[in-house]
């Protein structure tokens, strides 16, 4: 097999994307030469049109773990972050970052990723952020820390006092540190304006994800869909780039649509949709092509994904609202799916299943992501009581390889699938 | 009449199964797994089909069996007898090996020829009490495996012997005891029941000169009348086990499943996952099951099922086998007792010390630890066996819990101290009300389990026919 045949078949919109990246990566890496202050901060409850109103630039080391797994970079990190005392058990997404900077903070594409200027710890449902950036705040001594604290819904609703607590937050501390960082006064207009461009992308991203409620799905939505949240995540959103690039996605989403088309893989296209799957869980990141194609394989597609809303549930009609920026910012964080409580999730999933016409629901538990993994057995057994599919649950890791047993994961996934296959076989006959 | 096979490739046993077209069970056959797949797999298939013609058998001779219930002693002697047959043909094959081996590995000439000797001298003693063990204890029904018997009495003539042979005959038996096992032995079906009918013969002719002292009077009477019938039965015997031994054996369908269901050389639409066989078989059984437990030897599954004995979720242990069959080979190694004396060893314990089941390398120097502290072996059995149920009980929980009818499969379930635990502790959780099933053949069930989907859901006509036609060969 020629070289060109083992690579992975791309869409448009996926070299487009890639584009993007690698150009936000140069930008980074020349960031001090051109006097551009960066922001180091996390995907859920993101505020990267805050961000980029003050001409910021945001750096996520979440995104830089995951891909630091996907290039295989990630042991050695996590290595040395386990030999300067990081325990076993602790995120792999954290070591994996420590470790980066501790071997120069050489980012996924070989360039150097800049120091912070302001670590700006948006708090989402999730404590390991907090401990992480306890750690940075030690790693960059003397670099401003900007906390924001997101209230989770406990009860299921967002009250007017949590936004207001949030909103206090954003002009008294994370507004204002900002400014000092950046040493440009806070516009209002700039960020209603970006966020005029934020309601467009996210109109489209929704259009995206929901083409997989059709039978066949074009998309994948689990490991697909990781991609086509990434612009939007990784410093985009509010940009006319992002735009562009969902307009770009939409576009080719709904020609694969009426030609009949399934999903594109980096095995190619998915011929025969056998099975559609709703998935809990994020994905492993080491071994991505491997586990895809298990899938793939299989016939198996994602149609739903809730790792896809870890950064906004915008298909449950959430929208950046550029008539009160801040106030939406708050509850866009409110609303991301880490910060929605159990029953929450499980409504969500329930919706997913029965919208999206799931055969399944599968849950892939990372070993060191507590705030995923608390409640999935739970959640695992509400779903199959109200929505009666047969459910899975596997376990992997972020980006820690050792915790990637591919026999083992193959051999429940073969059952799971054979499962499925049983059913409706046998279920056929009775 | 059709029949299906299903083979279970096991991290420890190999199991065949063949049914019928009623579902019902005719032959089961079980090997250990050994590096070739292939040939553990079809070890185990032959001894299906050897078990599936003697249950064929018994059934043509049910009414001599209600007129003269001896008749059923008779074929489970012969079964034995023929497993002995079987037995020697191995051990001749494992003679050419080692002496093959103290050829190639001893250069000089008079120390090769010493350990010739003592090799030939170990199989004069050890082949006749082989012989007894298979004519007067059933050894074939036990599942003992043929490199079990023979290096248990190997081991036991090595030790007899000068300390300083031990080495060069052990090195000369490891050597020799791996390419004798995974190369596989054909058999003649006929000729080989037909000697055992003549050892059958022999035994009951000498019935009364083998007679133990001190038995009952009824034992005698018994073996009075098994003497007495067998005169008459042998005729009817005889006519019919020719007709059994070339009777066609048409194997229309088949799955593979078991760990190591990938290596076997069968089509793809004729490999199922262990988890869906072993519900599937267990449902088959015991049809108000909804909860299987199955204890392999790398795995322990907990499976939810529904009415159609369909597979609902399943939770299995991950990333450490601790707790499994295998753990316990460990242990009985570590104790140097065998891997059946485990249970009921752990049976007469008093109580039940608490040892850590997450790990089973450390549960060995645990072991160790409180040997040394004085524990009683049978307490430190107890608990090892508690803490196994105990960390299946979190996967149970984890699929969902146990509900109406729960069905312990897998090779572990014939440890009684397992069962003891598991009973106590599934009553403990989940109430009294709840069933708990144990079937004599849980060994057999992801084997059984793959031969009903074979007889169900799978096209008859099979992608590879030459596959069907190797089961036959006799």
């Known amino acids: ?430 | 009449m059709k029949y299906y096979l299903g083979i279970d490739l096991g991290s420890t046993t190999s199991k065949a199964v063949i049914i019928d077209e009623n579902d019902q069970i005719v032959g089961r056959g079980i090997t250990n797994t050994r590096a070739n797949y292939k040939v553990a797999s079809d070890i185990a298939r032959d001894e299906a089909v050897y078990n599936a013609r003697f249950s064929i058998l018994k059934k043509k001779l049910e009414k001599e069996i209600q007129a003269r219930p001896a008749f059923e002693r008779y074929i489970v002697d012969l079964e034995s007898m023929f497993q002995y047959e079987q037995f020697k043909v191995r051990l001749d094959k494992l003679g050419e090996e080692l002496l093959k081996t103290c050829k190639e590995y001893f250069t000089d000439e008079a120390t090769r020829d010493e350990m010739i000797g003592h090799l030939r001298n170990i199989r004069k003693e050890f082949k006749p009490k082989i012989k007894q063990d298979y004519l007067y204890n059933d050894l074939g029904s036990r599942n003992q495996f043929f490199r079990d018997i023979v290096s248990e009495k190997y081991n036991e003539e090595v030790n007899k012997l000068d300390m300083s042979l031990f080495e060069p005959l052990m090195t000369v038996w490891d050597k020799s005891i791996s390419p004798a096992e995974n190369e596989r032995v054909q058999f003649d079906f006929k000729e080989l029941v037909n000697k055992a009918m003549v050892e059958l013969k022999k035994k009951y002719d000498n019935l009364p000169d083998t007679k133990a002292e001190g038995v009952s009077v009824n034992f005698d009477a018994e073996l009075n009348i098994l003497k007495g019938e067998f005169e008459h039965a042998e005729e009817t015997l005889r006519t019919h086990i020719n007709e059994i031994a070339e009777m066609e054996f048409n194997i229309s369908n088949m799955t593979g499943t078991g760990y190591g269901r990938a290596l076997l050389p069968f089509p793809q639409e004729c490999i199922r996952s262990e988890i869906l066989c072993h519900a599937f078989g267990a449902h088959a059984i015991f049809p108000n099951t909804r909860t299987v437990l199955d204890i392999g030897g790398q795995d322990t599954k907990a499976i939810q099922v529904d009415k159609y004995g369909l597979v609902t979720s399943f939770q299995m242990n991950d990333r450490c086998a601790a707790g499994c069959g295998r753990y316990l080979g460990y242990i009985a190694d570590e104790m140097s007792i065998s891997l059946n004396e485990l249970g009921p060893m752990a049976m007469k314990a008093d109580k039940e010390v608490n040892i850590c089941s997450t790990c089973t390398v450390f549960a060995g120097a645990e072991l160790r630890e409180l040997t040394n502290l004085g524990e009683k072996r049978e307490d430190i059995l107890g608990g090892l066996h508690k803490a196994i149920i105990m960390r299946a009980m979190s996967l149970i929980a984890r699929s969902g819990g146990a509900f109406n009818e729960f069905t312990f499969t897998g090779g572990v379930a014939r440890n009684p101290a397992i069962v003891k635990y598991l009973t106590e502790l599934v009553r403990e959780n989940y109430g009294d009300q709840i069933k708990i099933n144990i079937d004599a053949d849980s060994i057999f069930m992801g084997a059984l389990g793959g031969a009903l989907f074979a007889r169900r859901n799978i096209s008859a006509t099979l992608p590879n026919s030459k596959q069907a036609k190797n089961v036959e060969q006799d």
């Open chain 1, 1 to 430: 097999m020629s070289k060109a045949q083992q690579e992975a078949i791309k869409e448009r919109s996926m070299v487009l994307q890639k584009d993007m990246l690698a150009k936000q990566f140069t930008e980074l890496s020349q960031a001090k030469e051109l006097g551009k202050k960066v922001v180091y901060t996390f995907v859920p409850g993101n505020l990267t049109e805050l961000i980029l109103s003050f001409d910021l630039l945001p750096v996520y080391p979440e995104i830089n773990a995951l891909q630091s797994g996907m290039r295989k970079k990630s042991a050695a990190y996590i290595r040395d972050a386990e030999k300067i005392g990081y325990s076993e058990d602790v995120c792999t997404y954290v070591k994996c970052d420590i470790g980066m900077m501790l071997n120069g903070n050489i980012g996924p594409t070989g360039e150097k990723l800049p120091e912070p200027d302001l670590l700006l710890l948006s708090y989402t449902g999730c404590y390991t952020f907090m401990k992480w950036f306890e750690n940075l705040e030690r790693l960059y001594p003397g670099v401003p820390v900007a906390m924001l604290h997101t209230p989770y819904q406990e009860d299921g609703i967002i009250t007017q006092d949590q936004v207001d607590y949030m909103v206090k937050q954003l002009r008294e501390e994370v507004i204002p540190k900002m400014e000092m960082v950046s040493g440009k006064k806070f516009d209002m207009d700039r960020l209603s304006a970006m966020m005029e461009n934020s309601v467009k992308s996210e109109d489209l991203l929704v259009k995206v994800l929901e083409s997989a409620k059709s039978v066949p799905t074009p998309i994948d939505a689990y490991f697909a869909g990781v991609y086509y949240i990434g612009p939007i995540f990784t410093a985009f959103r509010g940009t006319s780039e992002a735009v562009e690039y969902y307009q770009e996605l939409w576009n080719e989403v709904q020609q694969r649509a009426a030609a009949g088309l399934g999903p594109v893989t980096p095995e190619g296209e998915l011929k025969e949709e056998k099975f559609r799957l709703v998935m809990e869980g994020p994905p492993n990141w080491t071994n991505f092509r491997e586990f895809w194609k298990i899938f793939y394989d299989m016939g198996a597609v994602i149609v739903a994904s809730t790792y896809t809303k870890v950064g906004g549930t915008y298909d449950t009609g959430f929208r950046h609202d550029p008539t009160q920026p801040l106030e939406s910012l708050a509850k866009y964080c409110m609303n991301c799916y880490t910060n929605l409580n159990l029953p929450q999730r499980i409504d969500l999933i329930e919706n997913y299943v029965k919208e999206y016409k799931a055969d399944g629901f599968l849950i892939n538990s990372i070993k060191s992501c507590n705030s995923f993994s608390a409640g999935q057995l739970m959640i695992m057994r509400e779903i199959e009581k109200r929505t009666g599919v047969p459910v899975g649950f596997i376990e992997s890791d972020l980006v820690d390889p050792r915790y990637f047993s591919y026999a083992n994961i193959k051999n429940r996934l073969e059952s799971y699938f054979q499962m499925l296959e049983q059913r409706k076989i046998i279920l056929a006959q009775q």
